[in-house]
C-alpha cells in the first residue's frame, strides 16, 4: 500500500498545527509561578481538566497502538481505552473528593508525608521508571506516524518529536496540556472515532466484518487470554487511579464539582476513540494484510480520507502522540522538582528557581528519551504502556488508597514495604514467567499482602506500656 503526502494533505496539516501552537502559546500567557505551571493554579473549568486527563490518557497507544493490536488480535484491543474509561469514572466517583482535601502536588509527596520519606522516594523512582516506558510507546507511535507522513528515518522522526514535546509543555504547563487537550480531543474524533465509522462502513457493517473473521478471537473480549486481556483493562484502571498525570489534572480543577465532571467527561469520551481503532485495525487487516501493523490507522486515514481532512487527521494524531508525551513530562517533571530537588538538593528554592529547574528537567528527559526509541523499533506499542502501569499501580495505588481511606489503619513500615515489594515482583514475575499468569495479580498480591501483615505485625509489637 504505497501511499504520499500530497499539497492538499499539507495544507490540512499545516494549519491544524498552526492552531494548536497558537493554543499553547495562549497557555504560556497564563503561567506566572511554578504552581500555575503545575496545577494550573487550581483555577482549571470541567474541560480543561478533561482535556488534560485525555490529553495524556488518550495518546498513541489509545490510538495507533490500539489500531495495531485490533490488527494482529481483534476486538480484545478495546480493553486499553475501556479500561481508561473505568478508571477515569472511579476516580471522579470515589477519590476527586479526598484528593483535593489534602495539600497534594504529587502523589510521592503525598506517600511521604502520610507514611515516611522512604515510602515517597520508593514511590519517585518507580513512577521515573515508568514515565519512561510512557514515553517510548509515545515515541513508537510519533516515529510510525511521521514515518508514514513523509517517510523520514527513526532518528529524525523522534528529534521531531521532542521538538514538538518541548513547544507543547515547556512554555504552557498543565494549562499547555489541558487547553491543547480540549483542542486536541475534539480534531480526535474527526480522525479516529470518524476512521472507525467509516472503515465499519467500507466493511460492510457487522454482517461484512463478521463474514471477514471468525467469532474467535477476533470478536472476543478475551481473544488472546482471559489472563492477558483482562490485565489489559485492569493495569489502565489502576494506573489512572495511580498516576501523577491523572490526579494532578484533577487537584488542578478550581472547584470539586469542575473536577469531578472532568473526570467523567473522560470517562464517557475515551472509550469511542478506542472502537474506532479497533474498527480500523480489523479494515487494515482483511484488506491490507501485508502492512508494518503499526502502520494501520495511519495508512487508512492517507488512504481513505480527502486529503485536507486527511492532513487535519493526520495533524490531530500527532498532536495526541506529543500531547500524551508532553503529559507525561509534565508529571514526572513535577515529581523530581517537588520532591527531590526542593525537598533534598535545594530545600529553599525560590519559586522562579523551581520554575527554571522543571523547564530544564523537561528538556533533559525529552534529550535522553531519543535513543531509548530509536533502539525499541517494532516492538508492540502497547506492551510499553501495560507494563507501565503494572508498575505504577503495584507501587503507589493501596498505599494512596489507605493514605485517603483508611489513615490510621497502615502503617509506615507496611505502607514503604507494599511500595517496595510490589513492583520487585511485577519485574522478577516477567522475567521468570514472561508467558505466564500476567504479572499484575501477583503484583498486587504482594502488594496487599505487605500492607496487611506488616502493619498487624506493628500493631501487636506496640504492648501498652512499652516504650
Same mark, same amino acid.
Request: glycine share 14%; net charge positive.
Given at each position: 500500500?504505497?501511499?504520499?503526502?500530497?499539497?492538499?494533505?499539507?495544507?490540512?496539516?499545516?494549519?491544524?498545527?498552526?492552531?494548536? *501552537?497558537?493554543?499553547?502559546?495562549?497557555?504560556? %500567557?497564563?503561567?506566572?509561578?511554578?504552581?500555575?505551571?503545575?496545577?494550573?493554579?487550581?483555577?482549571?473549568?470541567?474541560?480543561?481538566?478533561?482535556?488534560?486527563?485525555?490529553? *495524556?490518557?488518550?495518546?498513541?497507544?489509545?490510538?495507533?497502538?490500539?489500531?495495531?493490536?485490533?490488527f494482529k488480535y481483534g476486538l480484545c484491543a478495546?480493553?486499553?481505552?475501556?479500561?481508561?474509561?473505568?478508571?477515569?469514572?472511579?476516580?471522579?466517583?470515589?477519590?476527586? %473528593?479526598?484528593?483535593?482535601?489534602?495539600?497534594?502536588?504529587?502523589?510521592? /509527596?503525598?506517600?511521604?508525608?502520610?507514611?515516611?520519606?522512604?515510602?515517597?522516594?520508593?514511590?519517585?523512582?518507580?513512577?521515573?521508571?515508568?514515565?519512561?516506558?510512557?514515553?517510548?510507546?509515545?515515541?513508537?507511535?510519533?516515529?510510525?506516524?511521521?514515518?508514514?507522513?513523509?517517510?523520514?528515518?527513526?532518528?529524525?522522526?523522534?528529534?521531531?518529536?521532542?521538538?514538538?514535546?518541548?513547544? @507543547?509543555?515547556?512554555?504552557?504547563?498543565?494549562?499547555?496540556?489541558?487547553?491543547?487537550?480540549?483542542?486536541?480531543?475534539?480534531?480526535? +474524533?474527526?480522525?479516529?472515532?470518524?476512521?472507525?465509522?467509516?472503515?465499519?462502513?467500507?466493511?460492510?457493517?457487522?454482517?461484512?466484518?463478521?463474514?471477514?473473521?471468525?467469532?474467535?478471537?477476533?470478536?472476543?473480549? @478475551?481473544? %488472546?487470554?482471559?489472563?492477558?486481556?483482562?490485565?489489559?483493562?485492569?493495569?489502565?484502571?489502576?494506573?489512572?487511579?495511580?498516576?501523577? +498525570?491523572?490526579?494532578?489534572?484533577?487537584?488542578?480543577?478550581?472547584?470539586?464539582?469542575?473536577?469531578?465532571?472532568?473526570?467523567?467527561?473522560?470517562?464517557?469520551?475515551?472509550?469511542?476513540? #478506542?472502537?474506532?481503532?479497533?474498527?480500523?485495525?480489523?479494515?487494515?487487516?482483511?484488506? @491490507?494484510?501485508?502492512?508494518?501493523?503499526? /502502520?494501520?490507522?495511519?495508512? @487508512?486515514?492517507? #488512504?481513505?480520507?480527502?486529503?485536507?481532512?486527511?492532513?487535519?487527521?493526520?495533524?490531530?494524531?500527532?498532536?495526541?502522540?506529543?500531547?500524551?508525551?508532553?503529559?507525561?513530562?509534565?508529571?514526572?517533571?513535577?515529581?523530581?522538582?517537588?520532591?527531590?530537588?526542593?525537598?533534598?538538593?535545594?530545600?529553599?528554592?525560590e519559586d522562579s528557581g523551581m520554575l527554571l529547574?522543571?523547564?530544564?528537567?523537561?528538556?533533559?528527559?525529552?534529550?535522553?528519551?531519543?535513543?531509548?526509541?530509536? *533502539?525499541?523499533?517494532?516492538?508492540?506499542?502497547?506492551?510499553?504502556?501495560?507494563?507501565?502501569?503494572?508498575?505504577?499501580?503495584?507501587?503507589?495505588?493501596?498505599?494512596?488508597?489507605?493514605?485517603?481511606?483508611?489513615?490510621?489503619?497502615? *502503617?509506615?513500615?507496611?505502607?514503604?514495604?507494599?511500595?517496595?515489594?510490589?513492583?520487585?515482583?511485577?519485574?522478577?514475575?516477567?522475567?521468570?514467567?514472561?508467558?505466564?499468569?500476567?504479572?499484575?495479580?501477583?503484583?498486587?498480591?504482594?502488594?496487599?499482602?505487605?500492607?496487611?501483615?506488616?502493619?498487624?505485625?506493628?500493631?501487636?509489637?506496640?504492648?501498652?506500656?512499652?516504650?
Amino acid at each position: 500500500m504505497s501511499l504520499s503526502i500530497t499539497s492538499g494533505h499539507l495544507a490540512g496539516i499545516i494549519v491544524t498545527l498552526a492552531g494548536v *501552537t497558537l493554543v499553547g502559546l495562549y497557555a504560556g %500567557r497564563r503561567v506566572k509561578s511554578a504552581g500555575d505551571f503545575q496545577v494550573g493554579g487550581r483555577r482549571a473549568g470541567t474541560a480543561v481538566v478533561a482535556g488534560a486527563i485525555m490529553g *495524556t490518557l488518550v495518546g498513541g497507544s489509545s490510538t495507533i497502538g490500539t489500531a495495531q493490536m485490533a490488527f494482529k488480535y481483534g476486538l480484545c484491543a478495546w480493553w486499553f481505552t475501556l479500561g481508561s474509561g473505568i478508571g477515569c469514572a472511579l476516580l471522579g466517583l470515589g477519590m476527586v %473528593r479526598r484528593v483535593r482535601e489534602v495539600p497534594l502536588h504529587t502523589v510521592p /509527596q503525598y506517600l511521604g508525608l502520610s507514611y515516611a520519606k522512604s515510602t515517597g522516594l520508593i514511590a519517585c523512582a518507580v513512577a521515573f521508571i515508568c514515565s519512561g516506558l510512557g514515553i517510548v510507546a509515545q515515541g513508537l507511535s510519533g516515529v510510525a506516524l511521521l514515518s508514514a507522513m513523509f517517510g523520514i528515518a527513526s532518528l529524525a522522526a523522534a528529534g521531531v518529536c521532542v521538538l514538538l514535546v518541548l513547544g @507543547f509543555v515547556f512554555f504552557g504547563g498543565v494549562w499547555g496540556a489541558g487547553l491543547v487537550g480540549m483542542f486536541k480531543s475534539s480534531l480526535l +474524533y474527526l480522525a479516529v472515532v470518524g476512521s472507525g465509522a467509516l472503515a465499519y462502513y467500507l466493511a460492510g457493517g457487522q454482517a461484512g466484518l463478521m463474514a471477514l473473521f471468525p467469532s474467535f478471537p477476533w470478536f472476543s473480549f @478475551f481473544g %488472546r487470554s482471559f489472563n492477558q486481556d483482562f490485565a489489559l483493562g485492569l493495569s489502565m484502571l489502576v494506573g489512572v487511579l495511580s498516576s501523577q +498525570y491523572y490526579i494532578q489534572a484533577v487537584y488542578a480543577g478550581k472547584s470539586l464539582a469542575d473536577a469531578r465532571r472532568g473526570a467523567l467527561l473522560s470517562a464517557v469520551l475515551i472509550p469511542p476513540v #478506542g472502537l474506532g481503532g479497533v474498527l480500523v485495525g480489523l479494515y487494515m487487516r482483511a484488506n @491490507f494484510p501485508g502492512i508494518s501493523s503499526d /502502520q494501520a490507522l495511519p495508512q @487508512f486515514i492517507l #488512504g481513505h480520507l480527502p486529503p485536507v481532512l486527511a492532513g487535519v487527521a493526520m495533524a490531530a494524531l500527532l498532536i495526541t502522540v506529543i500531547g500524551t508525551w508532553a503529559g507525561i513530562v509534565l508529571g514526572i517533571s513535577t515529581i523530581l522538582t517537588r520532591d527531590i530537588y526542593k525537598q533534598y538538593i535545594r530545600p529553599g528554592v525560590e519559586d522562579s528557581g523551581m520554575l527554571l529547574m522543571q523547564r530544564l528537567i523537561i528538556l533533559l528527559v525529552c534529550l535522553l528519551s531519543v535513543p531509548l526509541i530509536t *533502539t525499541s523499533a517494532g516492538t508492540l506499542i502497547m506492551g510499553w504502556v501495560t507494563l507501565s502501569m503494572f508498575l505504577q499501580g503495584c507501587t503507589t495505588l493501596l498505599p494512596l488508597l489507605a493514605a485517603l481511606f483508611l489513615p490510621r489503619l497502615v *502503617t509506615p513500615a507496611a505502607a514503604t514495604l507494599s511500595a517496595l515489594l510490589g513492583p520487585l515482583a511485577v519485574v522478577a514475575w516477567y522475567v521468570l514467567f514472561p508467558d505466564g499468569l500476567s504479572p499484575v495479580y501477583p503484583g498486587f498480591l504482594v502488594s496487599l499482602l505487605a500492607l496487611i501483615l506488616v502493619s498487624l505485625v506493628d500493631r501487636r509489637g506496640r504492648v501498652p506500656g512499652a516504650g
